[in-house]
């Protein structure tokens, strides 16, 4: 069975609750595959997610039509077999967003686990050591 997940297109027509810091459970924010097998998906929350269970809804149903999408035939050929190694759900998510929110990101890592893939959660504006590595530092 394939994914129901958008990869292009006009968002805005994808949106099923525009105004929250999740708009789109089943849109796929980036994808990123990798040359020798496996991807990177993402997922960003650009605005505070507050705790509420309509949120937390949404967060997991986004980490689960992300999981659905890379056991997909699509995606395996498209990407190879899944392996935690070479697949990672990446959560890019805004500090604000309430501290209850980062441990159900947390308690989601052996669920991702048990799917083949790592979950990764990263804060926006906090640099990875890779952009770091990167930065321009001047004369």
Partial sequence: MSAPIIRHGSWEDNYDDP???????????????????GSDLVIIVASPLRADERSQHRLLDKIEIYLRYIRSPDYQSECGPPTSDRTSIIVHIHPDSDPLIFDLLDRCRPWVAENSCTLQVITLNEPTSESSNNRWRGP
Avoid: E, R, Y
């Avoid at 994808?31 to 020798?36: L, R, T, W, Y």
């Fill in 19 to 37: 105004d929250h810091p999740i708009p789109s459970t089943s849109a796929l924010d980036v994808h990123a595959v990798k040359k020798g097998g």
